[in-house]
């Protein structure tokens, strides 16, 4: 049972370059997020998609986009990389949250490190 | 906005100590309450969670209670073993039909036998 799996898990980009990382859920859930974390920050939501064919900006969306492709898979795209945006990045899906009460759980895939030069 | 606080790590205890890890928050209304584990080279799995006040989450010998009146939700846990050694995050969940959590920064946990 593969869960949610992200890809590639580790990347090095020089500044100005850009790079999707790809996410994929087997559980059938319903919402799908991008977060990063930095050291001392924890994770923070940069989009999120409550459902197949809506996305939303989480707390630190600036220098991303994002693509619902359809309900397995949920995209993140840096079209101008910056050493800002080095970070570990992190796939989550979550089940029956739209129209329904909050589980809360998020199920995450193992990340993926991405250093910016 | 809503956020949460965690101590400062990182914490490093002696196999068998008796663990808490302090958790504050802020949020308007009825959040949910959780605690994360990241193990080395993982994503981040719940450990418990509450969802109203004076709820107890457990597992796997972890608890935490959630307490509305000091807005808190500490991690303890009587007798940790070297297994136990990873990064955990408190967070909550701002209301039922709220889908984004918010994390705290993590407190990394390193037991030595």
């Known amino acids: 049972n593969a869960g949610v799996t992200q890809t590639p898990k580790f990347q090095v980009l020089k500044t100005g370059q850009s790079m999707t990382l790809q996410c994929a859920q087997d559980?059938?859930?319903?919402?799908m997020y991008w977060y990063r974390q930095d050291p001392g920050m924890g994770l923070r939501l940069i989009y999120y998609?409550?459902?197949?064919?809506?996305?939303d900006k989480g707390e630190v969306p600036n220098g991303y986009n994002v693509s619902r492709l359809n309900k397995r898979e949920f995209s993140l795209r840096l079209e101008s990389a910056a050493p800002s945006q080095t970070s570990v990045y992190f796939c989550?899906?979550?089940?029956?949250?739209?129209?329904?009460?909050?589980?809360?759980?998020?199920?995450f895939g193992e990340g993926s490190r991405l250093t910016v030069l | 906005g809503d956020s949460v606080t965690q101590m400062e790590g990182p914490v490093t205890l002696s196999e068998e100590a008796f663990l808490t890890i302090n958790c504050t928050y802020t949020?308007?209304?009825?959040?949910?309450l959780f605690w994360y584990v990241q193990y080395p080279g993982e994503g981040l799995q719940l450990l418990l969670k509450?969802?109203?006040?004076?709820d107890k989450g457990s597992n796997k010998g972890f608890e935490a209670t959630y307490r509305k009146e000091t807005t808190s939700f500490h991690l303890e846990k009587g007798s940790v073993q070297v297994s136990d050694s990873a990064v955990y995050f408190c967070?909550?969940?701002?209301?039922?039909?709220?889908?984004?959590?918010?994390f705290g920064q993590g407190t990394r946990l390193t037991i030595n036998p």
């Open positions: 949020a308007t209304g009825y959040p949910s």
């Open positions: 509450a969802t109203k006040a004076d």
């Open positions: 998609s409550a459902s197949e064919g809506t996305t």
């Open positions: 559980m059938n859930h319903n919402s």
């Open positions: 989550a899906s979550s089940d029956r949250l739209a129209g329904g009460p909050n589980t809360g759980e998020l199920f």
């Open positions: 967070a909550l969940s701002p209301g039922a039909w709220a889908q984004k959590l918010v």
